[in-house]
C-alpha cells in the first residue's frame, strides 16, 4: 500500500512538472483551400492553456496580415468530429480584433470552452475570416485531439 502510495504521488508530480510546460503552444495551420490566395495570411495560432481540455475557456490567438484595410466582417468558426460536422457559430470580427483592421499584422483572439461532454477523439477546427461584402478573406484548417484523461477533470470541474 505504502509502495502505491509512493508510486500514485510520484507519478502526480511528473504531472504537476509537465503541465506548465504545455500550457500554451504555438500550432502551425493549413489553409482549407492551399491553391487559393488569401487577402489574409494566416501565420500561427497561438493555444492557450494547452492541451484544450473540456469546460476550460481556451483562448485562441491568430496572428495574421492582411493585404487590404477589413472594415468589418464575420468570423465563422465550424467544428468537424472524425470528420463529422457538429458545430457551427459565426462572430462579429470586430469583436475579435480591432476594426477598421489596417493593412499589415494583426491578431484575432476568440476564447471558447469546450463542453463538459465533449467526447474524446480527433477534432478540426475550421476558422473562416469574411470581410464586410461576405468576401472570403482566409479560411484556415487545425486539427486537435481530445484525450480520455481530460473527461475526468471535465468532470470533474462541472
Ligand atoms: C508581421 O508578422 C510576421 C510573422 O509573424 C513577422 O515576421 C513580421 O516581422 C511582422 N511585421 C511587423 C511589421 O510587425
Known sequence: ?????K?????LC??????????????????CNKKANYAVKV????????????????????????????SGGNLKIDVTY???HIHSETHDLCKKTVCPVANGNF??????????ITPPGSYTLKM????ANKKELTCINFDFSMGFIAAADGLAEA
Not at 508510486?7 to 507519478?11: Q, T, Y
Open 1 to 5: 500500500m505504502a509502495q502505491l502510495t
Open 7 to 11: 508510486a500514485v504521488g510520484a507519478l
Open 14 to 31: 511528473v504531472v504537476c512538472l509537465l503541465v506548465p510546460l504545455t500550457s500554451a503552444t504555438t500550432r502551425d495551420v493549413s489553409y
Open 43 to 70: 501565420s500561427g495560432i497561438d493555444i492557450s492553456p494547452f492541451p484544450i481540455s473540456r469546460g476550460v475557456e481556451t483562448t485562441f490567438a491568430i496572428a495574421a496580415a492582411t493585404d487590404e484595410v477589413i
Open 82 to 84: 472524425w470528420g463529422f
Open 107 to 116: 491578431t484575432i483572439i476568440h476564447k471558447q470552452a469546450l463542453p463538459g
Open 128 to 131: 473562416t475570416l469574411s470581410g
